[in-house]
């Protein structure tokens, strides 16, 4: 049997269950949680639960690391801060550049390891010249 929890990564995101390990979680906890590409940060939004895995995936399940600290919380609203910079700086790099490109959204994983960019188009762009 798995102990399994609902976490959201943002609040439009759909619901992705992960290993709730031995934590004590309820509903509208912070979590922190491994990801493939880094730490992430994200809120309980279903109980943890015992489930028996019929059909284990391919993938295993990701892992709640830890309940998420005061301190967490304020990088957490770091990070945001930084992604609304990002996503200002990418805009207008790409009107500037004339690129074609709309800039949708800036992600940066909790670890600040890595910065997703998303981005809309009519056609494809070559968008090396902002890295």
Known sequence: MTRVTGIRWRQAD???YVDAADLELRRNNYVVVQAAK???FAWVVREPRNLVLSQPDDEPLLTVTRKATASDFGRW???KEMEQDAFK???TKARELELGMKIV???YTFDRSRL???FGAQGRVDFRVLL
């Open 38 to 40: 880094g730490e992430e």
């Open 89 to 91: 700086v990418a805009r």
């Open 77 to 79: 609203q770091q990070i």
């Open 116 to 118: 997703t960019v998303t």
């Open 105 to 107: 959204d800036a992600h």
């Open 14 to 16: 759909p619901i992705t």
